[in-house]
């Protein structure tokens, strides 16, 4: 979730595993959360509502335009199948934006998915990737 605070992301994963939504697992000494299969039947919900917002929303100004909502999209339809085995660094500049969400990097491989990075986890990047 794009600027959420880490004590409140824990919050409200904690709230979803309870309910059943969300379970926790650990990969390669990282906690992560994975959809249940309840919450994967909300997936078409989810999308459903998401494609009605885009259909109705307004245009975008230029000044409207949220790095990091394209990064957290982006990470979204990477396909770890097509990804490679050792990870790779991208980086994207967003020459226009503020200069907190002006640089970004994916760190991209198969067993990992992806991982977004901004400026402040410059050295948790590099280190995702070697």
Same mark, same amino acid.
């Given at each position: ?24 697992? !650990? ?5 992560? *959360? $994975?959809?249940?299969?309840?919450? +994967?039947?909300? #997936?078409?919900? /989810? =999308? ?19 790095? !990091? ?5 982006? *990470? $979204?339809?990477?396909?770890?199948? +097509?990804?490679? #085995?050792?990870? /790779? =660094? ?41």
């Amino acid at each position: 979730m794009p600027r959420i605070s880490p004590p409140l992301l824990a919050a409200r994963l904690r709230e979803l595993g309870r309910v059943g939504l969300v379970e926790r697992h !650990v990969v390669d000494g990282e906690p992560r *959360s $994975r959809l249940t299969e309840a919450g +994967r039947e909300l #997936e078409p919900l /989810v =999308t459903m509502m998401g494609a009605w917002g885009i259909r109705w929303m307004r245009e975008l100004r230029p000044d409207e335009y949220d790095p !990091v909502l394209l990064m957290v999209q982006i *990470s $979204r339809e990477c396909r770890p199948d +097509r990804m490679p #085995e050792k990870a /790779v =660094t991208v980086q994207v500049h967003f020459k226009d934006a503020e200069a907190a969400h002006r640089r970004w990097w994916l760190v991209l491989s198969r067993s990992r998915g992806v991982d977004v990075c901004d400026s402040r986890y410059t050295e948790w990047a590099i280190h995702l990737s070697q």
